[in-house]
């Protein structure tokens, strides 16, 4: 695809946070931290839309807590149609991780990594996703 040059003005405190994030994030330069920003806030607007989109829900957790395995399995069986694949990996002696690979309509998958990653016990969760039209 064509690239296009264009002239970006930013408040000084702005560009620092943009530097740090640069440095922290270790993209090449500027341009690739602006075009992956962008990307990410265009991707977001679309979760709110009808789009088909896919992606995958990430989540740790601690298997020990009680009931949280089978709360897990029975969100999971609820949404079925929309899981690809789920991969565990243990982690250590009580943690796990999990990898839920999803596609389908943009809502019903934040709707599914809501329940995810909102199910008690489960430490920390994210859901990425990306634009496939
Ligand atoms: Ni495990």
């Known amino acids: 695809m064509k690239v296009k040059r264009f002239g970006v ?4 405190d702005i560009l620092t946070e943009l530097d740090k ?8 330069n500027r341009s690739r931290a602006i075009r992956y920003l962008i990307k990410d806030s265009l991707t977001k607007e ?3 839309s009808n789009k088909i989109v896919a992606g995958a ?11 949280l395995n089978n709360n897990l399995m029975h969100v999971q069986h609820e949404y079925h149609d ?8 243990h982690l250590a002696h009580d943690l796990c991780l999990e990898t839920i690979a999803v596609k389908g309509n943009a809502l019903k998958l934040k709707e599914l ?3 995810i990653i909102g199910t008690k ?7 990425v996703m990306t634009d496939i039209e």
């Open 82 to 89: 929309l899981i690809l694949s789920t991969q565990h990996v």
């Open 9 to 12: 003005s930013l408040e000084e």
């Open 57 to 67: 829900v990430v989540i740790v957790y601690d298997h020990h807590k009680r009931e």
């Open 21 to 28: 994030l640069v440095e922290k994030s270790k993209f090449p």
């Open 46 to 48: 679309k979760i709110d």
């Open 113 to 115: 990594s809501d329940r």
């Open 121 to 127: 016990g489960v430490k920390h969760g994210r859901f």
